[in-house]
T-cell receptor, first 114, second 117 residues
Framework: ETGVTQSPTHLIKTRGQQVTLRCSSQ?????VSWYQQALGQGPQFIFQ???????GRGNFPPRFSGLQFPNYSSELNVNALELDDSALYLC?????????????FGQGTRLTVV | AQSVAQPEDQVNVAEGNPLTVKCTYS??????LFWYVQYPNRGLQFLLK??????LVKGSYGFEAEFNKSQTSFHLKKPSALVSDSALYFC???????????????FGKGTKLSVIP
């Protein structure tokens, strides 16, 4: 186990609703990245948070937003849910945002939008 | 664009036989390459990484990978497959996020490994 925990593990939402996913980083890790893994695909980078600020973003619309708290835990918020948002959402924590730091992944949150 | 490709959707191997899961990369500059494994309904587990140095990298659970610059490949290998190795394997490359000081992992589509008893 990596020490990165995500909640909830599963949830079902209706199209148009909003959802919040949570991630507790490994002890001492100040950087959290979020990834979306659609069925049959590799994970895709959503964004990264470092020192409570967004520190880089992938090709995702603004309705995907996040927060990082002083204890380095993080939230991913998705507004106006669409069917295509159904995926496994992975959180990864690391000791800083640099090139050489290793990312440790949580077990993921499986989101189903109906 | 910097990317990795996994040409095989599925690899089947008999238990006890050597296994290879293929990965090729397209990166400008020196690549930082990774292999992760994903078991059903689980997150990603780190197996090994290549940053620099020896082209043969040893990782967890008896896995190793060979970095080949001339062939732009980073194939995952294990001398003797176990049934418990059956899982989804992802190759990834670390790339700089455009317009930011951070780095992301760009993943291949994954290869499903089935080890047959």
């Amino acid at each position: 186990e990596t020490g990165v925990t995500q909640s909830p593990t599963h949830l079902i939402k209706t199209r148009g609703q909003q959802v919040t996913l949570r991630c507790s980083s490994q002890s001492g890790h100040n950087t959290v990245s979020w990834y979306q893994q659609a069925l049959g695909q590799g994970p895709q980078f959503i964004f990264q948070y470092y020192r409570e600020e967004e520190n880089g973003r992938g090709n995702f619309p603004p309705r995907f937003s996040g927060l990082q708290f002083p204890n380095y835990s993080s939230e991913l918020n998705v507004n106006a849910l669409e069917l295509d948002d159904s995926a496994l959402y992975l959180c990864a924590s690391s000791l800083g945002p640099g090139m050489n730091t290793e990312a440790f992944f949580g077990q993921g949150t499986r989101l189903t939008v109906v | 664009a910097q990317s990795v490709a996994q040409p095989e959707d599925q690899v089947n191997v008999a238990e006890g036989n050597p296994l290879t899961v293929k990965c090729t990369y397209s990166v400008s500059g020196n690549p930082y390459l990774f292999w992760y494994v994903q078991y059903p309904n689980r997150g990603l587990q780190f197996l090994l990484k290549y940053i620099t140095g020896d082209n043969l990298v040893k990782g967890s659970y008896g896995f190793e990978a060979e970095f080949n610059k001339s062939q732009t490949s980073f194939h995952l290998k294990k001398p003797s497959a176990l049934v418990s190795d059956s899982a989804l394997y992802f190759c990834a490359v670390r790339v700089r996020v455009i317009g930011a000081g951070s780095y992301q992992l760009t993943f291949g589509k994954g290869t499903k490994l089935s080890v047959i008893p």
